[in-house]
Nanobody, 120 residues
């Protein structure tokens, strides 16, 4: 059974930073596509960042230059470093993992999310 568990969320002031983590069991991030999504109340789920098996990362325009997605093979953990946080970044952040090397298909596994709240 695959399990993804997010951590690192919390409440911080605008301009501060957070580092989200996603630990996997029964699954190996290495060689596969993984993504971070977020969903704020009243809004649709949004893809924030993705990373493929070659380490190629992509980001939604609103976080470019402020966020970095990475994968730690040794710890089998996915990370999302977020800097210069803004109130509009407030959302529940979800880790998602695929079964293929590319990020052109849907995700197969999802975590339950970690809440990020940014105050003005």
């Amino acid at each position: 059974q695959v399990q993804l568990v997010e951590s690192g969320g919390g409440s911080v002031q605008a301009g501060e930073s957070l580092r989200l983590s996603c630990a996997a069991s029964g699954y190996t991030f290495s060689g596969r596509c993984a993504k971070w999504f977020r969903q704020a109340p009243g809004k649709e789920r949004e893809e924030v960042a993705s990373i493929d098996s070659d380490g190629v990362a992509r980001y939604v325009d609103s976080v470019k230059g402020r966020c970095t997605i990475s994968q730690d093979s040794a710890k089998n953990t996915l990370h999302l470093k977020m800097n210069s946080l803004k109130p509009e970044d407030s959302a529940t952040y979800y880790c998602a993992a695929g079964i293929l090397t590319r990020c052109v298909y849907g995700m197969s596994y999802w975590g339950k999310g970690t809440l990020v709240t940014i105050s003005p």
